[in-house]
């Protein structure tokens, strides 16, 4: 049924001059094929390209370009590549600028979205959103804060708090003059997590050198080892980061790691099967790129997944099973271990 529309496609297409829009190509190469027949749409459509018969449009992004050359290079005969590189600042700028001549769909006059306030969304979008190229976001984020903006102009201000509401982000990691009290945040933690003093102090340090910008560019913001017997706080600790972090224990990606103990099944976590779907991490940090990501017992893992977190903590990132990045840039990591601790324990 689906082979006979696209024919019909093909045929409207050339009877009306017109240009067919495919949206992202290796979508478009898994969809079709069933048990039996490996025939997709894209390598339907393939032949009518390749003679001319049809005029199309596809996409993909680089690390998807790669993953379709190496599944199926002859579809790529089909097509003329031309790549789109991000914008430069002034570029995204002007483009941002454009959401003020987008249809306005409440009451009255549009809210006034002043140049500041623009730039603010951009250095922030820039600097905390690398999880998706300009200025795409951007201006969905512009354009949602125009919407239900009221009669107010948007300011600065106004953009720091949508963002903060948006990502979760504390207001200090955003707004350098915004107050930051390490002993107040250490007496936070300790009404939340008892008798682990000691854990807790290295933790808030951590965060004030966050707030001061020294963490290292390319890395999550940050990356932790907590080590203790079953039942200390170790988890409870990492639930109350996520929390002051990114404001909700929820915002926490839990993976037991004695699930991952059979060689060769840190794979699951980039690539769900041999289909090349996206992956039980990938998936989900794709999904909410602002979240603590916590491995328990990570002993417990296979050494694929020890290779697989070296490159996450030393580049923060990873490439799925179909091409797709996700960017552990703004990601918090902890890995908990109970390895040594009865040994501690006794002295």
Same mark, same amino acid.
Request: hydrophobic share 40%; proline share 5%; net charge negative.
């Given at each position: 049924?689906?082979? !006979?529309?696209?024919?019909?496609?093909i045929?409207?297409?050339?009877?009306?001059?017109?240009?067919?829009?495919f @949206?992202?190509?290796? !979508?478009?190469?898994?969809?079709?094929? +069933?048990? *039996?027949?490996?025939?997709?749409?894209?390598?339907? =459509?393939?032949?009518?390209?390749? &003679?001319?018969?049809?005029?199309?449009?596809?996409?993909?992004?680089?690390?998807?370009?790669?993953? $379709?050359?190496?599944?199926?290079?002859?579809?790529?005969?089909?097509?003329?590549?031309?790549? $789109?590189?991000?914008?430069?600042?002034?570029?995204? =700028?002007?483009?941002?600028?454009?959401?003020? &001549?987008?249809? +306005?769909?409440?009451?009255?006059n549009?809210?006034?979205?002043d140049?500041?306030?623009?730039?603010?969304?951009?250095?922030?979008?820039?600097?905390?959103?690398? +999880?998706?190229?300009?200025?795409g976001?951007?201006?969905?984020f512009?354009?949602?804060?125009?919407?239900?903006? *009221?009669?107010?102009?948007?300011?600065?201000?106004?953009?720091?708090?949508?963002?903060?509401?948006?990502?979760? #982000?504390?207001?200090?990691?955003?707004?350098?003059?915004?107050?930051?009290?390490?002993?107040? $945040?250490?007496?936070? =933690?300790?009404?939340?997590?008892? *008798?682990q003093?000691?854990a807790?102090?290295?933790?808030?340090?951590?965060?004030?050198?966050?707030?001061? &910008?020294?963490?290292?560019?390319?890395?999550?913001?940050?990356?932790?080892?907590?080590?203790?017997?079953?039942?200390? @706080?170790?988890?409870?600790?990492?639930?109350?980061?996520?929390? =002051?972090? +990114?404001?909700?224990? /929820?915002?926490?990606i839990?993976?037991?790691?004695?699930?991952?103990?059979?060689? @060769?099944?840190?794979?699951? #976590?980039?690539?769900?099967?041999?289909?090349?779907?996206?992956g039980?991490?990938?998936?989900?940090? &794709?999904?909410?790129?602002?979240?603590?990501?916590? #491995?328990?017992?990570?002993?417990?893992?296979?050494?694929?997944?020890?290779?697989?977190?070296?490159?996450?903590? *030393? /580049?923060?990132?990873?490439?799925?099973?179909?091409?797709?990045?996700?960017?552990?840039?703004?990601?918090?990591?902890?890995?908990?271990?109970?390895?040594?601790?009865?040994?501690?324990?006794?002295?």
């Amino acid at each position: 049924e689906w082979q !006979e529309r696209c024919q019909a496609m093909i045929r409207e297409a050339g009877e009306q001059n017109a240009i067919l829009l495919f @949206g992202n190509l290796l !979508e478009l190469m898994n969809v079709g094929q +069933y048990s *039996g027949n490996s025939e997709s749409v894209a390598s339907f =459509f393939r032949p009518a390209l390749v &003679r001319g018969d049809l005029v199309a449009v596809a996409e993909c992004t680089p690390a998807e370009l790669a993953v $379709i050359e190496q599944r199926d290079p002859r579809i790529l005969e089909a097509f003329r590549q031309v790549r $789109i590189e991000p914008p430069d600042e002034e570029a995204a =700028f002007a483009m941002a600028r454009s959401v003020r &001549r987008l249809p +306005y769909r409440g009451r009255g006059n549009p809210p006034d979205l002043d140049d500041t306030g623009i730039r603010r969304a951009l250095a922030l979008h820039r600097r905390y959103a690398g +999880y998706s190229a300009l200025p795409g976001r951007l201006i969905r984020f512009l354009d949602r804060l125009r919407q239900r903006g *009221g009669t107010e102009s948007i300011r600065p201000d106004r953009i720091d708090s949508a963002f903060i509401a948006e990502t979760g #982000l504390p207001p200090f990691l955003l707004d350098e003059n915004a107050p930051f009290d390490t002993e107040a $945040i250490e007496s936070w =933690f300790r009404k939340r997590v008892i *008798g682990q003093d000691g854990a807790i102090a290295p933790v808030v340090d951590t965060i004030a050198g966050i707030r001061a &910008r020294l963490t290292r560019p390319g890395k999550p913001l940050g990356s932790f080892l907590f080590i203790g017997p079953t039942g200390v @706080g170790k988890t409870e600790l990492a639930r109350t980061l996520a929390e =002051f972090f +990114y404001g909700s224990r /929820e915002r926490m990606i839990r993976l037991d790691m004695s699930e991952y103990a059979a060689p @060769g099944s840190g794979t699951r #976590l980039i690539a769900a099967s041999s289909t090349d779907s996206e992956g039980l991490l990938t998936a989900r940090l &794709r999904d909410e790129p602002f979240s603590l990501v916590l #491995l328990d017992e990570f002993e417990k893992a296979d050494d694929s997944v020890y290779d697989l977190f070296l490159q996450v903590l *030393g /580049e923060a990132r990873l490439t799925d099973g179909a091409g797709r990045l996700a960017d552990f840039s703004n990601a918090l990591i902890v890995l908990t271990s109970n390895l040594g601790a009865a040994d501690y324990r006794a002295g």
